[in-house]
């Protein structure tokens, strides 16, 4: 076991995964390790957006490398944007909180009726008040999917009807649950997410509605891989957030039981043996030319971002980049502002290569350093993202373009031409990727337009 180390490529002899360079975090030191095959878990990449519900540490780092390898990379515009969380409280903050979606089973979301309406909740009677998704989804309430209550939320706050100082939340209501089934039973269901909402927020749940607002919180988008759970790099694996096999443009519920567990204990173990019975795996070793260029390739760039002592901190830029993808490929997109968020993007890492201030020193611990690597990879990665949501000419799921819409408002997809995963190859600095289209065949579902009226 090699704890507190992060993949910074991946080394390929002979077209194989036969292993990895690293760089040890606590003493800053790169050090390659050889194998048969190399397993890839290192979940998703929500971070891109900077402030999510992901640990801090979450990177796209090992997936974008393995890209640049050759394995391709799937529907990276599938971002889910989850409702119920503690909404933004200042320019500073650097992470997000998640409530549980078993809330919305007894709150009730609403908002004032009346733009720019300051009054305390509780000052607000029910006739100014606009329970806004059971008033548009009368058959669902508030427990349409995650997508459509997200962008309804954004929605009624782009409208002025936002709560709080910020004016970016709604109110998620426990007002009648505790009042039709009282206040102990309310606290046997939710009893410790009030208490962690109380933590963080001051403000008592049974008191006062909760306020809630979407954040970034799971990456349906990943590495291809096949049935067995192997990329297009032969001998790479890739399991958990950190592939795309699960999910379509929805995330599906229990997605940390399906993928961390099926994946690890259900497949892997077997599938991975088919793989090294099949193939020719030569004897290796780390001294061998390949991974010494892997390993000089990736002190260079270490070295490179040391060096520029620039004027900009990395969470700056970090920030930027952030704001740019939830404004412009978030919970809603349309095609003048992705074409605005490449240039946008393209421009920002180009600043960050001749102004991004990195402190201290290589050999040592150094987190800004870390995080460097990581955002100099997600202000690459931004840019593929807005290219797949710019080919994909429909609406779906977390996807969802202002140009492909219902009467209604809602997602409208497009079976015919769309019904495919798109995968990307990367074809080096500066060009445009590689489109691939692998087609879905659904032999016992029959598709159809999505309502929750």
């Known amino acids: 076991m090699f704890s507190r180390r992060e993949m910074l490529d991946l080394v390929l002899v002979n077209e194989q995964a036969r292993g990895i360079v690293v760089r040890n975090l606590v003493t800053g030191e790169i050090e390659s390790h050889g194998a048969d095959a190399v397993v890839l878990c290192t979940g998703g990449y929500a971070n891109v957006f900077f402030l999510s519900t992901n640990a801090m540490a979450c990177n796209v780092t090992a997936n974008y490398r393995a890209y640049q ?84 939320a954004k929605e009624q706050c782009d409208l002025g009807k936002g709560v709080g100082e910020t004016g970016l939340a709604v109110y998620l209501d426990f007002r009648d649950a505790i009042s039709r089934d009282g206040k102990d039973v309310i606290g046997q269901k939710y009893g410790n997410l009030f208490q962690m909402y109380e933590k963080i927020t001051a403000d008592d749940p049974y008191e006062k509605p909760m306020m809630i607002y979407p954040a970034v919180h799971y990456a349906m988008g990943g590495l291809w891989v096949d049935y067995n759970l192997m990329s297009t790099v032969p001998g790479l694996f890739v399991l958990g957030e950190a592939n795309f096999s699960d999910h379509g443009a929805n995330r599906l519920g229990a997605s940390a039981l399906m993928q961390g567990l099926a994946d690890g204990y259900f497949v892997i173990p077997y599938t991975i043996g088919g793989y090294f019975a099949g193939a020719q795996l030569p004897k290796i070793t780390t001294t061998q030319s390949e991974f010494t260029s892997a390993a000089r390739k990736a002190s260079d760039r270490t070295q490179r971002l040391l060096s520029i002592n620039g004027k900009r901190t990395v969470d700056d830029f970090h920030r930027e ?71 994909r000419r429909e609406s779906c799921g977390g996807h969802f373009n202002e140009g492909f819409q219902t009467e209604e408002n809602e997602a409208l997809r497009d079976d015919d031409n769309f019904c495919h995963v798109a995968a990307w190859e990367y074809a080096g600095e500066g060009k445009d990727p590689q489109f691939h289209k692998e087609p879905l065949v659904f032999e016992n579902v029959k598709l159809t337009q999505r309502s929750y009226k």
């Open 321 to 391: 980049l952030g704001g740019i993808l939830w404004e412009y490929c978030g919970m809603a997109r349309n095609d003048e502002g992705l074409a605005k968020a490449r240039t946008l993007i393209q421009s920002l890492r180009s600043e960050f290569w001749k102004n991004v201030k990195v402190p201290g020193v290589e050999r040592d611990l150094n987190q800004s350093l870390e995080r460097a690597g990581r955002v100099a990879d997600f202000l690459e990665f931004g840019e593929l993202m807005v290219i797949d949501a710019l080919a």
């Open 69 to 152: 390898k050759g394995a391709l990379f799937a529907n990276p515009c599938f971002t889910q944007i989850h409702p119920t969380c503690i909404p933004v409280h200042g320019t500073y903050q650097s992470k997000l909180t998640l409530m549980s979606e078993s809330l919305r089973n007894d709150g009730r979301v609403w908002v004032p009726k009346t733009a720019g309406d300051k009054r305390s909740p509780d000052q607000i009677p029910e006739s100014d008040r606009d329970y806004f998704l059971e008033r548009k989804y009368p058959s669902f309430g508030n427990l349409v999917p995650r997508d459509v209550a997200s962008r309804n």
